[in-house]
């Protein structure tokens, strides 16, 4: 079982930029596609963008694409999220979670982590 943990949200102003990292625990971490979802208060949690286990292929939701770049470092068991051009419709709690790729849906994914709170100001 693979245990993660989110960090990096914060602050930011409309325009702004973050990276969100998840650290996984275990030595079969490159064995999984890996996933990052969003939920907002009173919202379903949505998906953002996936990854490969090898890091080969990412797709993303229609919202954030050209603005948000998910990557993968094997060799340090983590996976990052890279927002740029935020806007204040991005304000959401951020979750990753390992999946089966080519799935949108969050129920394909699981193994979630806390979350980490993205919020953004206009």
């Known amino acids: 079982q693979v245990q993660l943990v989110e960090s990096g949200g914060g602050l930011v102003q409309a325009g702004g930029s973050l990276r969100l990292s998840c650290a996984a625990s275990?030595?079969?971490?490159?064995?999984?596609?890996m996933g990052w979802f969003r939920q907002a208060p009173g919202k379903e949690r949505e998906f953002v963008a996936a990854?490969?286990?090898?890091?080969?292929?990412?797709y993303y939701a229609v919202s954030v694409l050209g603005r948000f770049t998910i990557s993968r470092d094997n060799a340090k068991n983590t996976v990052y999220l890279q927002m740029n051009s935020l806007k204040p419709e991005d304000t959401a709690v951020y979750y990753c979670?390992?999946?089966?790729?080519?799935?949108?849906?969050?129920?394909?994914?699981?193994?979630w982590g806390q979350g980490t709170q993205v919020t953004v100001s206009s």
């Open positions: 979670a390992v999946g089966r790729y080519g799935s949108t849906s969050w129920t394909d994914f699981g193994s």
């Open positions: 275990g030595r079969t971490f490159s064995s999984y596609a």
């Open positions: 990854i490969t286990r090898r890091g080969d292929s990412t």
